[in-house]
Protein backbone atom coordinates (compact mmCIF):
# COMPACT_ATOMS: atom_id res chain seq x y z
CA UNK A 1 0.00 0.00 0.00
CA UNK A 2 0.61 2.97 -0.56
CA UNK A 3 0.72 6.42 1.75
CA UNK A 4 -0.75 9.61 0.45
CA UNK A 5 -1.22 10.51 -2.81
CA UNK A 6 -0.07 8.21 -5.50
CA UNK A 7 2.60 10.12 -7.66
CA UNK A 8 0.70 11.28 -10.68
CA UNK A 9 2.13 10.93 -14.07
CA UNK A 10 3.58 13.84 -15.67
CA UNK A 11 1.63 15.03 -19.39
CA UNK A 12 4.34 18.11 -19.57
CA UNK A 13 6.67 19.45 -18.03
CA UNK A 14 9.42 22.10 -17.97
CA UNK A 15 11.93 22.89 -15.28
CA UNK A 16 12.17 26.64 -15.81
CA UNK A 17 15.83 26.91 -16.20
CA UNK A 18 19.00 24.03 -16.09
CA UNK A 19 21.75 23.29 -13.91
CA UNK A 20 24.55 23.60 -16.47
CA UNK A 21 24.17 26.90 -16.77
CA UNK A 22 26.39 26.80 -13.11
CA UNK A 23 28.92 25.51 -15.03
CA UNK A 24 29.91 29.01 -16.36
CA UNK A 25 31.31 29.36 -12.61
CA UNK A 26 34.44 27.12 -13.72
CA UNK A 27 34.33 28.34 -17.00
CA UNK A 28 34.57 31.75 -15.67
CA UNK A 29 37.53 30.31 -13.76
CA UNK A 30 39.14 28.78 -16.46
CA UNK A 31 39.29 31.64 -18.89
CA UNK A 32 41.05 33.34 -16.31
CA UNK A 33 43.70 31.13 -15.67
CA UNK A 34 44.22 31.00 -19.96
CA UNK A 35 44.33 35.06 -19.82
CA UNK A 36 47.19 34.59 -17.32
CA UNK A 37 49.00 32.44 -19.17
CA UNK A 38 48.66 33.81 -22.47
CA UNK A 39 49.56 37.28 -20.91
CA UNK A 40 52.87 35.69 -19.54
CA UNK A 41 52.29 36.37 -16.13
CA UNK A 42 52.54 34.68 -13.21
CA UNK A 43 49.64 32.52 -13.03
CA UNK A 44 47.86 32.96 -9.50
CA UNK A 45 44.62 30.97 -8.75
CA UNK A 46 43.26 33.40 -6.33
CA UNK A 47 41.32 35.69 -9.08
CA UNK A 48 40.12 32.56 -10.61
CA UNK A 49 38.79 30.88 -7.82
CA UNK A 50 36.99 33.87 -6.61
CA UNK A 51 35.60 34.32 -10.25
CA UNK A 52 34.62 30.60 -10.09
CA UNK A 53 33.08 30.90 -6.24
CA UNK A 54 30.89 34.13 -7.02
CA UNK A 55 29.83 33.64 -10.95
CA UNK A 56 28.75 29.97 -9.50
CA UNK A 57 26.79 30.85 -6.55
CA UNK A 58 25.43 33.40 -8.71
CA UNK A 59 24.10 31.33 -11.22
CA UNK A 60 23.41 28.66 -9.09
CA UNK A 61 20.69 31.46 -7.05
CA UNK A 62 19.72 32.59 -10.71
CA UNK A 63 19.07 28.53 -11.51
CA UNK A 64 17.31 27.96 -8.25
CA UNK A 65 14.92 30.80 -8.90
CA UNK A 66 13.67 30.05 -12.13
CA UNK A 67 13.19 26.28 -11.05
CA UNK A 68 10.99 27.40 -8.56
CA UNK A 69 9.09 30.58 -10.29
CA UNK A 70 9.31 29.80 -13.93
CA UNK A 71 8.68 25.48 -13.88
CA UNK A 72 5.57 23.94 -15.51
CA UNK A 73 3.81 20.83 -14.53
CA UNK A 74 0.65 19.44 -15.98
CA UNK A 75 -0.57 16.14 -14.98
CA UNK A 76 -4.24 14.57 -15.16
CA UNK A 77 -5.65 16.48 -12.19
CA UNK A 78 -3.60 20.00 -11.73
CA UNK A 79 -1.84 22.75 -13.15
CA UNK A 80 1.37 24.39 -11.50
CA UNK A 81 2.73 27.68 -12.76
CA UNK A 82 5.45 28.66 -10.95
CA UNK A 83 4.43 28.04 -6.98
CA UNK A 84 0.52 28.51 -7.99
CA UNK A 85 -1.29 24.80 -8.49
CA UNK A 86 -4.90 25.00 -10.16
CA UNK A 87 -7.01 21.93 -10.60
CA UNK A 88 -7.83 20.72 -14.34
CA UNK A 89 -11.07 20.33 -13.23
CA UNK A 90 -11.54 24.96 -12.90
CA UNK A 91 -10.36 25.21 -16.00
CA UNK A 92 -13.79 25.19 -18.34
CA UNK A 93 -11.81 26.03 -21.51
CA UNK A 94 -8.67 26.79 -23.08
CA UNK A 95 -9.03 29.64 -25.63
CA UNK A 96 -7.33 28.93 -29.43
CA UNK A 97 -3.87 31.08 -30.20
CA UNK A 98 -4.61 34.40 -30.39
CA UNK A 99 -4.20 36.52 -34.01
CA UNK A 100 -1.72 39.46 -32.65
CA UNK A 101 0.89 38.77 -30.39
CA UNK A 102 1.03 41.73 -27.63
CA UNK A 103 3.53 43.42 -29.24
CA UNK A 104 2.53 43.75 -32.61
CA UNK A 105 0.02 47.07 -31.19
CA UNK A 106 -3.20 45.36 -32.89
CA UNK A 107 -6.41 44.61 -31.32
CA UNK A 108 -6.18 41.74 -28.66
CA UNK A 109 -8.02 38.73 -27.15
CA UNK A 110 -9.97 39.45 -23.82
CA UNK A 111 -7.64 36.72 -22.42
CA UNK A 112 -4.05 38.33 -23.29
CA UNK A 113 -4.65 40.98 -20.36
CA UNK A 114 -6.00 38.58 -17.71
CA UNK A 115 -3.56 37.82 -15.06
CA UNK A 116 -0.90 34.49 -15.55
CA UNK A 117 -0.61 32.06 -13.56
CA UNK A 118 2.36 31.73 -10.84
CA UNK A 119 3.27 34.69 -8.48
CA UNK A 120 5.18 36.74 -11.29
CA UNK A 121 3.77 40.05 -12.36
CA UNK A 122 2.79 38.91 -16.42
CA UNK A 123 4.08 35.78 -18.06
CA UNK A 124 7.99 35.50 -17.91
CA UNK A 125 10.35 36.38 -20.39
CA UNK A 126 10.41 33.74 -23.47
CA UNK A 127 7.45 32.27 -22.58
CA UNK A 128 4.14 32.79 -24.37
CA UNK A 129 0.16 32.91 -22.69
CA UNK A 130 -2.20 30.32 -23.35
CA UNK A 131 -5.65 32.15 -22.49
CA UNK A 132 -7.81 29.95 -19.87
CA UNK A 133 -11.63 30.40 -18.89
CA UNK A 134 -12.22 29.16 -15.16
CA UNK A 135 -14.69 28.19 -12.86
CA UNK A 136 -16.54 31.60 -11.52
CA UNK A 137 -16.11 33.76 -14.69
CA UNK A 138 -12.45 34.07 -14.29
CA UNK A 139 -10.30 34.67 -16.84
CA UNK A 140 -5.96 33.83 -16.64
CA UNK A 141 -3.08 32.63 -18.74
CA UNK A 142 -0.71 29.92 -18.25
CA UNK A 143 2.35 30.07 -20.12
CA UNK A 144 5.33 28.25 -21.11
CA UNK A 145 8.44 28.01 -23.43
CA UNK A 146 6.88 25.34 -25.62
CA UNK A 147 3.42 26.77 -25.46
CA UNK A 148 2.19 24.51 -28.00
CA UNK A 149 2.90 21.77 -26.65
CA UNK A 150 1.45 22.35 -23.38
CA UNK A 151 -1.97 23.70 -25.37
CA UNK A 152 -1.82 20.56 -27.21
CA UNK A 153 -1.66 18.29 -24.18
CA UNK A 154 -4.07 20.40 -21.67
CA UNK A 155 -6.74 20.87 -24.29
CA UNK A 156 -7.91 17.51 -24.57
CA UNK A 157 -7.50 16.70 -21.32
CA UNK A 158 -10.39 19.89 -20.87
CA UNK A 159 -12.61 19.05 -23.95
CA UNK A 160 -12.55 15.19 -22.44
CA UNK A 161 -13.96 16.49 -19.24
CA UNK A 162 -15.99 19.83 -20.08
CA UNK A 163 -17.54 18.77 -22.90
CA UNK A 164 -19.64 15.25 -22.74
CA UNK A 165 -20.95 14.08 -26.56
CA UNK A 166 -23.20 16.09 -27.85
CA UNK A 167 -22.74 18.97 -25.38
CA UNK A 168 -23.01 22.94 -26.71
CA UNK A 169 -20.42 23.92 -24.05
CA UNK A 170 -17.92 25.56 -26.49
CA UNK A 171 -21.22 27.36 -28.13
CA UNK A 172 -21.94 29.14 -24.98
CA UNK A 173 -18.73 31.22 -24.30
CA UNK A 174 -20.09 34.59 -24.93
CA UNK A 175 -17.73 36.26 -22.55
CA UNK A 176 -13.66 35.39 -23.52
CA UNK A 177 -12.56 35.41 -26.65
CA UNK A 178 -13.40 38.14 -28.57
CA UNK A 179 -10.98 40.94 -28.81
CA UNK A 180 -10.60 43.25 -26.08
CA UNK A 181 -12.57 46.42 -25.84
Not at 4 to 21: C, I, Q, V
Not at 131 to 147: D, P, S, Y
Request: charged content about 25%.
Amino acid sequence: MTSGAAEERRLFYEPGASWWWVALGPGAAAAMILIEVWSGAAVSFVVPAIFLVLVSAFVALQVKAARIHVSVELTENALRQGTETILVREILRVYPEPEHHEASGKELERWQSARALGELVGVPRHRVGIGLKLTGGRMAQAWARNHRRLRDVLTPLVQERVEPAGSDVADDDRHGDGPAR
